[in-house]
């Protein structure tokens, strides 16, 4: 069984995935993050290689994404990064990031170097199945899943092809719009989980505008079997400039606090 | 059928809530294309309204400068002042054949902003446009022209804050705004059908040169000269002439020069990448990070370039070439000078790369360069370079 699957498989109430961009605020710094969270109960760490144009993301993950350009983060590192993640804790990585990232490295080579520090699934916001073929293949070869999305604007008829070529899980986004912290989740966020969760084996995680433990109890009522959370947490990065301690408490406290964990 | 793809290049690298969409434009277009009302009301606006047909103006002084016969596609002549109401004009209409009845735009300079809140106006749709910071204080009559159109206008605080930050914003607004709103892009970029139905609404300009050079030279040119930034007035100047003998050259900014950073010509100094929906050429480092780029002329100050550009490109059916800041400015004066006509700077590129290839052309050559703006709206940045308050 995959380290994916095993996170699922092994679970007691619904995986945490947390996210963060590689190299946020520092290199250094985000590692320390992600120690972090997996030590606060995250189950599922997504790990984004930053990018000049972060065109499917909210004013918050834009700002870590230049910081972390700032900070002079790269491909390279964001590949060092994921290895030393995997040498602290044996938690899925899903390396996420944006087409060109990929494209430049090389489909293969990118898959290759993924896979050789770890990383356990790919996640590419702007490449849908459509443009995908290369990358699947060369995803497969090397043994990661490739996460493909569905949105709320995606039809029924469209949502049976996205699903036919899935793996590891199946990200459903949960509002139309950019990532970023929302205090509500649409209305139609309980239905559209359970359609899907009818439509698919694979399991199912929830992301964009989750943010609040009762989000989590929601689409956990609901059927989905993760929640990613991304702003909530880079918010906090950039709410605490002068990084340090206090800023590892308040990711900490806030990811056990969506867990569950006293 | 539309092309998903020319060649290897285009495609659509968007996130997946905007697939279906992309799907629901397509097939729209189509429809619109087979609509005689949609027709109609198309060619009664661009008659009408935008001042269709462009002359093409025989240009006695620079023929006898350039040693071949020599003649400008007028679309500085248009409502506007620029070719970019052709689009916006198709794509309002697009849009309200749709049933979309709120439109937004991303604007570098603000012409393109300009002329859609001037359709959005005339077709009574709601219009905002996403402007980077940095252009909005560059060019704050054209804010002000677009909000005396009743347009609004959103400045772009993100990243370079300039043109390219403003297409990931009006993106980011489509992405969440995606059942009622169209997004009038202003160039033949972005995701397929984009590039299509751009080039498709420009097209006007080829067709009407063609025509027109075949009543007064009884031929074809042999060399059409038209910028290139993201690349829509090109696209329209050439799509009806491809492969059919003219040789066809796209201009870009070589700004500072092709051997520093600062410039912004994306096919001749730049290597293939996926950017804001496509693939094509782009601006980029080593790690596929894009990069910023420099002209002297807002319009070509861009990063990336039509896919059916990279396309042309590959099969050689269009050369591309670059002109400095530098130039670009003389062929302003000169043009301002011996003809009358202030070109917009971006077309000034095109002035000045057609200067330097007409010679070979002889004096029975026949050369057609795309004036695709008047240069109104640089008379006061150029002013200043003089020194002039």
């Known amino acids: 069984m995959s380290r994916l699957a095993a996170a699922f498989a092994d679970r007691d109430g619904p995986v945490f995935v947390g996210f963060l961009v590689a190299g946020d605020p520092d290199p250094a710094m985000s590692l320390a993050v992600a120690k972090t969270m997996i030590d606060a109960g995250a189950g599922i760490l997504e790990v984004a290689i930053p990018f000049s144009d972060p065109m499917a993301d909210g004013p918050i993950i834009q700002q870590a994404h230049e910081r972390a350009l700032a900070a002079g983060m790269t491909p390279d590192a964001a590949f060092d990064l994921v290895q030393a993640i995997r040498g602290y804790a044996p938690v899925p990585v899903v390396l996420f990031t944006y087409a060109n990232i990929v494209f430049r490295q090389g489909w293969e080579r990118f898959a290759a170097r993924a896979a050789g520090a770890g990383a356990d699934a790919l996640l590419v916001v702007d490449l849908p199945p459509e443009e995908s073929g290369d990358l699947a293949a060369a995803a497969a070869r090397h043994g990661l899943d490739l996460i493909r999305l569905i949105a709320p604007t995606t039809s029924a008829a469209r949502r049976r092809r996205v699903l036919a070529g899935a793996s590891g899980f199946v990200y459903l986004v949960a509002v139309e719009g950019v990532t970023g912290v929302r205090d509500d989740l649409p209305a139609y966020l309980a239905d559209l989980i359970r359609t899907v969760r009818q439509e698919t084996r694979l399991p199912l995680a929830v992301g964009f505008g989750v943010s609040r433990p009762g989000h989590v109890q929601a689409i956990a009522a609901a059927g989905a079997d993760a929640v990613v959370v991304g702003s909530a947490i880079t918010r906090i990065i950039g709410e605490h400039p002068d990084g340090g301690t206090k800023m590892l408490q308040a990711v900490g406290d806030y990811v056990a606090a969506m867990v569950g964990r006293p | ?389």
């Open chain 2, 1 to 389: 059928m539309i092309q998903r793809r020319f060649g290897a290049f285009g495609g659509q690298y968007v996130p997946e809530t905007l697939m279906e969409t992309l799907v629901e434009l397509e097939e729209a277009y189509r429809r619109a294309r087979q609509d005689p009302t949609f027709l109609r009301r198309l060619s009664f606006y661009l008659t009408e309204y935008a001042g269709r047909e462009t002359p093409l103006t025989y240009c006695a002084n620079l023929s006898h400068d350039l040693g071949c016969r020599v003649y400008l596609k007028r679309e500085d002549l248009l409502h506007g002042g620029a070719h970019k109401i052709n689009n916006t004009l198709g794509q309002g209409l697009l849009a309200e054949f749709m049933g979309k009845r709120r439109l937004i735009a991303e604007t570098g300079a603000g012409q393109h902003g300009v002329a859609t809140a001037m359709a959005g106006a005339v077709l009574g749709l709601p219009v905002e446009v996403y402007m980077g910071e940095v252009d909005t204080e560059r060019q704050r009559l054209n804010v002000y022209r677009m909000r005396l159109l009743g347009a609004t206008v959103h400045p772009v605080a993100s990243g370079t804050r300039t043109l390219k930050d403003a297409v990931n914003e009006a993106m980011r607004d489509w992405v969440t705004n995606v059942r009622g709103t169209h997004y009038l892009i202003g160039s033949c970029v972005g995701p397929h059908p984009f590039p299509s139905i751009v080039r498709d609404f420009q097209s006007v300009i080829g067709e009407e040169t063609r025509q027109q050079v075949l009543e007064r030279e009884g031929r074809l040119p042999d060399m059409i000269v038209a910028c290139v930034g993201g690349g829509s007035n090109a696209a329209g100047m050439f799509a009806p002439f491809i492969g059919a003998g003219p040789a066809l050259v796209g201009v870009e900014a070589a700004g500072a020069g092709l051997g520093t950073p600062r410039h912004g010509a994306s096919i001749c100094g730049g290597s293939p990448g996926i950017f804001q929906g496509a693939f094509s050429y782009l601006l980029q480092d080593g790690d596929g990070q894009v990069r910023e780029t420099h002209s002297v002329a807002a319009g070509l100050d861009y990063p990336g370039v039509g896919p059916e550009h990279a396309s042309w490109k590959e099969s050689g059916a269009v050369r591309y070439e670059a002109v400095t800041d530098r130039e670009a400015l003389d062929a302003f004066r000169y043009l301002s000078r011996r003809e009358g006509i202030i070109p917009a700077l971006e077309s000034a590129h095109a002035v000045a790369y057609a200067c330097r290839a007409a010679a070979d052309l002889g004096p029975d050559g026949i050369l057609v360069i795309n004036l695709s703006g008047r240069g109104d709206k640089d008379v006061p940045d150029v002013a200043r370079m003089d020194g002039v308050a």
